[in-house]
């Protein structure tokens, strides 16, 4: 999983992309890490905080945890309308919320901010189970 699977994503969430303005090219205001009009709110900027192997079966890796960090900049307070829309939107697809930083507001340039974090694990080769999905038999001792 990359950063533009995730706008991806997010771009097929109808309810999301009702709340988000379109910039000139027409295209919603969900960005991959810069946006081209730093003046076009609400919006939304996913960067890639943290990747990693996390299961490996024969020293090859077949587990990788992603991790996405979306802030969401606004005129206007719509950051609880909008982060419970990413959450949404996300956790249909596998993804889980890993942190929520407050929110804040930047009194100088006017602007409500909120990060929320969210990681994706991704099984690498679907053949084989990755270790963090494998369930423990319980075991009788006669």
């Given at each position: 999983m990359d950063c533009s699977k995730v706008v991806?994503?997010?771009?097929?969430?109808?309810?999301?992309?009702?709340m988000l303005p379109v910039d000139e090219t027409g295209h919603p205001a969900?960005?991959?890490?810069?946006?081209?009009?730093?003046?076009?709110?609400?919006?939304?900027a996913v960067f890639e905080s943290a990747r990693a192997y996390t299961a490996f079966a024969d020293d090859a890796p077949i587990e990788e945890r992603s991790?996405?960090?979306?802030?969401?900049?606004?005129?206007?307070?719509?950051l609880f309308e909008m982060s419970t829309l990413l959450l949404t939107a996300l956790t249909v697809e596998g993804f889980t919320r890993y942190a929520t930083i407050q929110d804040d507001y930047l009194p100088e340039q006017g602007i409500?901010?909120?990060s929320v974090v969210f990681e994706y694990h991704e099984q690498l080769d679907p053949e084989l189970e990755p270790l963090s999905a494998a369930k423990e038999e319980p075991t009788c001792n006669p």
């Amino acid at each position: 999983m990359d950063c533009s699977k995730v706008v991806d994503l997010l771009l097929q969430n109808l309810q999301l992309i009702a709340m988000l303005p379109v910039d000139e090219t027409g295209h919603p205001a969900i960005y991959q890490i810069l946006s081209p009009e730093s003046e076009l709110f609400p919006r939304i900027a996913v960067f890639e905080s943290a990747r990693a192997y996390t299961a490996f079966a024969d020293d090859a890796p077949i587990e990788e945890r992603s991790e996405f960090r979306l802030d969401i900049y606004a005129r206007i307070n719509v950051l609880f309308e909008m982060s419970t829309l990413l959450l949404t939107a996300l956790t249909v697809e596998g993804f889980t919320r890993y942190a929520t930083i407050q929110d804040d507001y930047l009194p100088e340039q006017g602007i409500y901010v909120k990060s929320v974090v969210f990681e994706y694990h991704e099984q690498l080769d679907p053949e084989l189970e990755p270790l963090s999905a494998a369930k423990e038999e319980p075991t009788c001792n006669p």
